[in-house]
């Protein structure tokens, strides 16, 4: 099933939905309203049950995204800067707070907000015309929605280059460095990510949110992560899921998760 907004698309695939960037002409650019949908789109499969796992692509393939619409900021438009709870759902899954999986398809270039979108993402799938930068500094200013947390998923040395030179680093460099897990052909992008969104969202809902946490508070902060993982464990270890995973596996059947 296929649903459409001016600005996003909205497509399901049994428990995992995909939502596609649809401004290629302006090669994906990030508007007020395009954050507002996305965000919009977050908490509405949040909500759902029904909903394991997201495939976030583009249209086109020029970009998957070339981040802030500069035209919209140099005419002092919308850019996202709002505190309505879409907005708010927006930065969350920039930050890698939204609990559920997502998985980028990348379709093309990804540019300043457009790698910093990205960089809340779980696992990024690329195809190999991909290329990854954040140019800011070279337009006097600094990744500042995120993008200063790439040194998070690659080595610190690549992490300043990057941010220091505005450079652009190829598919299979993400890959090199760690940003991206599979480089693919274009033809085979949505299909691959499809398969890690069917396969991260095979597992249990409360354990897929506290790995996305716990691995993440490993990295960002450690002094944190001990108090998280004993939160995890009391909720994990003693729910539904836990008992339903263990009975399904002695009884050799799939476990029907309840996310409680």
Known sequence: MTTATEELLHERHGQVVVLTLNRPDARNALTGSL???????LLTAESD?????????ASGDRAFCAGMDLRAFAEGGDVGSGSDPATEAYYRLTRGETPI???????GAAIGGGLEL????DLIIAC???????PEARRGLFP???G?????RIPIGAALEMTMTGEFVSAQRGYDLGLVNAVVDATD???????YARRVGACAPLSLAACKELVRLAVTDPTTVTERLSHWQSVVFTSKDAIEGATAFMEKRDPQWKGR
């Open 35 to 41: 954050i507002r949908s996305i965000g919009d789109a």
């Open 144 to 146: 500042g929605g995120g």
């Open 101 to 107: 999986p997502i998985i980028a398809a990348v379709n």
């Open 148 to 152: 200063t947390n790439i040194g998070t």
């Open 49 to 57: 049950t029904d909903t394991r796992a997201i495939v976030l692509t």
């Open 128 to 134: 190999r015309e991909a290329r990854f930068g954040l």
């Open 118 to 121: 990205l960089l809340g993402c």
């Open 189 to 195: 992008l949505i299909a691959t990510a499809l398969d």
